[in-house]
């Protein structure tokens, strides 16, 4: 069955103090999103890859890849208002590459350590199940907040909640038809709010989402002993 991954990379770097985009960023001497197309391409080489990026910052980025030599086979579309919108300008990149049902799947351009493991789990998984999202378990104690109070709160009811989040092509593509809510924070609450039940299974921690200057500390770290 095809698979196609839509990265998103709409980032402004404005949590990083940075005028320069998160996902430009350089770790282990190249952009963080060159490392995450290429995890993709590790996991499965045939895999058809769909970059999101705005407008403003799609020559930057085609000079980028001159500068690195970074040659990997991507097809660009235009980012949107909100992360809802470009993911749907990704779909509709998708829909044109699709020549039967194929398996979609949606990643932060700011993760560059998904294992190509959770990758090709997912992806399989979804073969047989309609939706399909990474997890991990919570180790920190939580307090819920009420009011002026706040109270300790059971975490083995919760999971932390990473990508590549992955879809049968029509189940995603049908869900994206809905009006935009300010409730759809990932992928999985468009798909759910269309009445459809997302199967979970387990990501892998080193996958971060690299949002601030400490991320990034984290990141060559993690880059050093790979």
Not at 115 to 136: E, F, H, M
Request: aromatic residues 6%.
């Amino acid at each position: 069955m095809q698979k196609i991954i839509i990265i998103v990379a709409g980032g402004k770097g404005m949590r990083m103090g940075n005028d320069l985009p998160k996902q430009f960023l350089p770790i282990g001497g190249k952009p963080v999103l060159m490392h995450t197309l290429e995890k993709f391409h590790s996991a499965d080489a045939e895999m058809k890859l769909i970059l999101v990026l705005p407008e403003a910052q799609q020559d930057y980025w085609r000079e980028l890849c001159t500068k690195y030599n970074f040659s990997l086979p991507h097809t660009i579309a235009n980012g949107g208002e909100t992360r809802f919108h470009s993911v749907k300008n990704g779909l509709e990149k998708a829909t044109k590459e699709i020549s039967d049902k194929a398996i979609i799947g949606v990643h932060d351009g700011v993760r560059p350590f998904v294992s190509t493991d959770v990758i090709r789990n997912c992806y399989k998984l979804t073969q047989k199940n309609k939706a399909v999202i990474p997890v991990i378990e919570v180790h920190e104690t939580i307090r819920k907040i009420e009011n002026s109070n706040s109270k300790t709160v059971d975490r083995s009811s919760y999971r932390l909640v990473q990508t590549p989040q992955v879809f049968q092509s029509d189940i995603l593509i049908n869900a994206y038809q809905q009006n935009y809510a300010s409730g759809f924070t990932d992928d999985a609450s468009v798909v759910e709010a269309a009445g459809i039940t997302v199967t979970l299974t387990e990501g892998n921690r080193e996958n971060i989402k690299i949002t601030t200057p400490f991320d990034i500390i984290v990141a060559e770290a993690i880059l050093a002993v790979k």
